[in-house]
């Protein structure tokens, strides 16, 4: 269940259900992805790093519900922690970097909003994969290989788990075809 403070901060205040993402609301998505997050047994702070994992805009989803410049203020509703990773799944080129790197012991990575580097542990590497692999599995589409890779992470058993189900049923459907 989505807190009703985030809830409210994304609907009323940035209307992010009026925002198409992947055929439906962009609200739908980042409650899906929160709500995979949650399933899988994740900290609180990932969770609600995947409800706003996309709210600066991405590589790929270029839609800026709320403005980059105003960090501090989603910070502070949300929490330092979370609010780190949905920045860092910003403004880099993910998947991507984020596969490349997961078996790196920490890495640094491009920060296109400031053209500078943020460095990562390994800690905030396999938080941001966990993130990615619900983030994938939620909006779907062409997907299978970058599947393939998370689970050779260390993401969590969860995620690992919906991973092979979501595999498989990809094989089937192309089977049937």
Same mark, same amino acid.
């Given at each position: ?26 609200? !739908? ?27 600066? /805009? ?24 979370? +609010? ?31 053209? /500078?580097?943020? +460095? ?11 993130? !990615?692999?619900?983030?994938?599995? +939620? ?39």
């Amino acid at each position: 269940m989505v807190e009703q403070r985030y809830r409210a901060f994304l609907m009323e205040h940035l209307h992010v259900q009026d925002v198409r993402h992947t055929g439906r609301s962009f609200f !739908e998505h980042l409650k899906g992805t929160h709500d995979l997050l949650r399933d899988w047994g994740n900290p609180e702070f990932i969770c609600v790093a995947g409800l706003f994992h996309s709210i600066y /805009g991405t590589w790929h989803f270029r839609h800026k519900a709320f403005p980059i410049e105003q960090r501090s203020a989603l910070a502070e509703l949300i929490g330092k922690e979370a +609010e780190f990773l949905a920045y860092v799944f910003c403004v880099t080129e993910r998947p991507k970097v984020f596969l490349e790197n997961a078996d790196r012991p920490g890495m640094s990575v491009h920060d296109h909003f400031t053209n /500078g580097d943020i +460095e990562l542990s390994r800690k905030d590497l396999d938080n941001l994969l966990e993130i !990615e692999a619900a983030n994938l599995i +939620e909006q779907g589409g062409n997907i299978s290989k970058a599947l393939q890779r998370l689970q050779t992470t260390d993401i969590s058993a969860g995620a690992k788990a919906h991973i092979a189900m979501h595999l498989a049923s990809a094989g089937e459907t192309q089977r049937i075809r």
